[in-house]
T-cell receptor, first 110, second 115 residues
Framework: QKEVEQNSGPLSVPEGAIASLNCTYSDRVSQSFFWYRQYSGKSPELIMSIYSNGDKEDGRFTAQLNKASQYVSLLIRDSQPSDSATYLC??????????FGTGTSLTVIP | GAVVSQHPSWVICKSGTSVKIECRSLDFQATTMFWYRQFPKQSLMLMATSNEGSKATYEQGVEKDKFLINHASLTLSTLTVTSAHPEDSSFYICSSFTSGPYEQYFGPGTRLTVT
């Protein structure tokens, strides 16, 4: 079983819709959870971090964490074509090791 | 977020030569830096974890004698690809880890092409 699992997609949404990206992780004692955005040919960029159960909002982005279900998600409201990218979920454990999912490819259709 | 730079951004070298890639954390001190490799349309692959002042920890399958990592200061880590071969052509990305927020920030990456 992989440490972090994501649906590879591709996920397509129309412009203005809500994009929902999901991630599950296997280590129950994981400490921190992150979402990175990676445009084609570029390096990943940190867009959200979340540490406790519940929702965390930053602009059009909302990260949701449910430790009991070992599940973390990212919602993108009012999706824009510029949001088209691969989204990586990452988890940090108590030893400061990071595990990345393989990424979900998102396409926002104008 | 924190700023991490990499140099060079791209490099072309001949087979058998060595290439050094620098990674700098510009606005914070990074006790730990990570080195990743990413092939086209594939996911990130962690190569090694570099801690300031100590030897790097390499992931299984990564040749430490081929990929030399030096983390001489809290703001600089270098990766040297020795005796490069065409199969080493890839996108190499470093990242810096900050304690406190426990976040990892990536450099812009170095695209290596070995001919």
């Amino acid at each position: 079983q992989k440490e972090v699992e994501q649906n590879s997609g591709p996920l397509s949404v129309p412009e203005g819709a809500i994009a929902s990206l999901n991630c599950t992780y296997s280590d129950r004692v994981s400490q921190s959870f992150f979402w990175y955005r990676q445009y084609s040919g570029k390096s990943p960029e940190l867009i959200m971090s979340i540490y406790s159960n519940g929702d965390k909002e930053d602009g059009r982005f909302t990260a949701q964490l449910n430790k009991a279900s070992q599940y973390v998600s990212l919602l993108i409201r009012d999706s824009q074509p510029s949001d088209s990218a691969t989204y990586l979920c990452a988890v940090r454990n108590t030893g400061n090791q990071f595990y990345f999912g393989t990424g979900t490819s998102l396409t926002v259709i104008p | 977020g924190a700023v991490v730079s990499q140099h060079p951004s791209w490099v072309i070298c001949k087979s058998g030569t060595s290439v050094k890639i620098e990674c700098r954390s510009l606005d914070f001190q990074a006790t730990t830096m990570f080195w990743y490799r990413q092939f086209p349309k594939q996911s990130l692959m962690l190569m090694a974890t570099s801690n300031e002042g100590s030897k790097a920890t390499y992931e299984q399958g990564v040749e430490k004698d081929k990929f030399l990592i030096n983390h001489a200061s809290l703001t600089l880590s270098t990766l040297t690809v020795t005796s490069a071969h065409p199969e080493d052509s890839s996108f190499y990305i470093c990242s810096s880890f900050t304690s406190g927020p426990y976040e990892q920030y990536f450099g812009p990456g170095t695209r290596l092409t070995v001919t």
